[in-house]
């Protein structure tokens, strides 16, 4: 059932257009470098003033854009949809006369929206690695620790960064999983979620609660960037996806809750 939902998932027009654009970001941001010779050391967003001498920071510096609005944005499409989207156009009914029960249709739902996240990401640095390998040499990955990578092991931790920015987008996607229960609308559904996002970046930049900063499920989103020390710090990285390990229990528990007593009338 979860292979079914996967392909199905994948195959729908909205969201392979949501992952080549995903990917297009990148290799624009790589075009625009390209052309206009790279930003001056240190200007620009993280990576980027490295694009012109290694391609590999193309899709580093992809991830670093993309992160803190077009991959949320797109979490929040998919994500919002699970459930409500199901329910408008009148086939949730239909998918809950199957045996396997809603826990399990809801686990399912779940995991297809994880992949996608995981998905996104990677769709993100491939974008980048093409883009930059075609524009810019490769060669010897400099780390932000001054020591040097081989270029496999700079395009490995490049490929791990993508999936821990998924993973970084799991408390989110089960933010919107939740939502997604509660209403029959999807567009609600996929509102309020990038509203949710938009708030806890928000509230990150606000110190007089920086009591609750700790707690706030974007504050890690950058955490990847520490894979490009040598050696790797993994404290932050550490923190963030146990953040979103907590936020899945806390959101997943009530979308379950709300799901398995919900009347599904359509």
Known sequence: MWRAELVSQFRRRRVKALLLVLAAVPALLAVLVYLSGGPSNGQGPTFLDEVTRNG????????TVT????LPLTVAVVAGDSIAGEASLGTLRYLLVRPAGRSRLLLIKAA??????????LAVAAGGLIAGAILFPLGRVTTLSATSLS??????????AALIVGASLFGMAAIGLFISTLTDVPVGAMAATIGF???????????QVRAIH??????????????LRDPVQWTAIGKDLALQVAYMAVFGAAAWARFTTKDVLA
């Open 214 to 227: 700790p707690w706030l499920f974007t504050k890690g989103w950058f955490a990847f960037s520490d894979l």
């Open 197 to 207: 996002a938009v708030l806890s970046a928000v509230l990150g930049g606000i110190s």
């Open 151 to 160: 270029l496999g092991a700079g395009i490995g931790r490049t490929l791990l």
């Open 56 to 63: 590999v920071f193309a899709a580093l510096a992809g991830l």
């Open 112 to 121: 297809t929206v994880g992949a996608y996240c995981l998905a996104a990401a």
């Open 67 to 70: 992160v803190p609005f077009f």
